[in-house]
């Protein structure tokens, strides 16, 4: 627990460092109880050993939900390795993401959704996997160039590196 004259904090989890500045300091995701209060997600910058903090903000559980709700819709047109997610994945998790197929199904942009339910994915390689779609409408609507597009930079996205896709119709979904 450290103190300062006007609070005292305990992290209770360190989930993650975000991005890491040229003098040291990190921009962490952790859990943080806040003066013996229910712990928060907390996004901070920190020194080198938690010595001292940047202004941050905290988030309530629900608020979390939200925001990765809210991030997962984005296009924010960059680098895979560094678009939000929304994912609680591992970085580079083909075989998570296929265990977890179903549950992010929900997060994928809209104008792909409905065709991925239902679905199924597989890997076939550490470079691509294959996504199993229902014979017809959705195999025909998802093989259009920009779906494919978009459900591809939405696998890229889960498990943060650039991969390919394949489609698949299966007529047992």
Do not use: C
Not at 36 to 47: M, V
Not at 150 to 166: A, C, K, Y
Request: hydrophobic share 35%; no cysteine; net charge negative.
């Amino acid at each position: 627990m450290a103190d300062n004259k006007d609070f005292d904090f305990t992290i209770v989890d360190e989930i993650g460092i975000l991005s890491t500045s040229s003098k040291g300091w990190t921009k962490e995701l952790n859990l943080i109880s806040w003066n013996g209060r229910e712990p928060k997600y907390d996004i901070r910058d920190w020194a080198p050993d938690h010595e001292k903090m940047g202004k941050g903000v905290t988030l309530t559980a629900e608020e979390v939900d939200k925001l990765i709700a809210v991030l997962s819709t984005m296009d924010t047109g960059g680098d895979s390795k560094t678009s939000p997610t929304g994912a609680p994945l591992k970085e580079n998790s083909i075989q998570e993401l296929v265990d977890h197929w179903n549950d992010v199904v929900g997060r994928a942009p809209e104008s792909i959704r409905e065709y991925l339910m239902p679905s199924h994915l597989n890997e076939m390689n550490p470079d691509t996997v294959t996504v199993g779609l229902k014979k017809g409408t959705a195999f025909m609507a998802l093989s259009a160039t920009e779906n494919k597009e978009s459900l591809t930079r939405f696998v890229e996205q889960l498990i943060g590196r650039r991969i390919n896709v394949e489609l698949i119709e299966s007529s047992w979904l």
